[in-house]
C-alpha cells in the first residue's frame, strides 16, 4: 500500500522559515492533485495549499503571500516553503495526494513555531 512520506517539520522561531517535502513509497504518475491540510492544536484541519497537476493553485487565506507550494512530478513529490512563520502557524501538517480515484494522506509532520 501507497504510504506518503512528509519531512521538513520542526521547531523555529517567529519570522523563521521551514520546507516540507512529501513522497510517495513508491512513484505515482498522474497525480492531479497535492495539497497541504494543517492542523492546530484543538482546531480542525484546514487547507493551506494546493496545486493541481496542470498549475493551478489555491491558499488558505491565512497563509498567502508567506507560503509556497510546488511540485515535483518527475518525483511525485510536493514541497510547502513556509517563510515568515508565525506562532498561529504552530500545527500538525498532512499532505494528500489524489490519484486518479485513490485519496492518500501523510501521518503528518509537526511544526512548532515559538520565541
Known amino acids: 500500500q501507497v504510504q506518503l512520506v512528509e519531512s521538513g517539520g520542526g521547531s523555529v522561531q517567529p519570522g523563521g522559515s521551514l520546507r516540507l517535502s512529501c513522497t510517495p513509497s513508491e512513484m505515482l504518475s498522474n497525480v492531479y492533485y497535492m495539497g497541504w491540510f494543517r492542523q492546530p492544536p484543538g482546531k480542525e484541519r484546514e487547507l493551506a495549499a494546493e496545486?493541481?497537476?496542470?498549475?493551478?493553485?489555491f491558499y488558505g487565506g491565512s497563509v498567502e503571500g508567506r507560503f509556497t507550494i510546488s511540485r515535483d512530478d518527475a518525483k511525485s513529490t510536493v514541497y510547502l516553503q513556509m517563510n515568515s512563520l508565525k506562532p498561529e502557524d504552530t500545527a500538525v501538517y498532512y499532505c494528500?495526494?489524489?490519484?486518479?480515484?485513490?485519496?492518500?494522506w501523510g501521518q503528518g509532520t509537526r511544526v512548532t513555531v515559538s520565541p
Open positions: 494528500i495526494m489524489k490519484h486518479y480515484r485513490v485519496t492518500y
Open positions: 496545486i493541481t497537476r496542470n498549475g493551478s493553485i
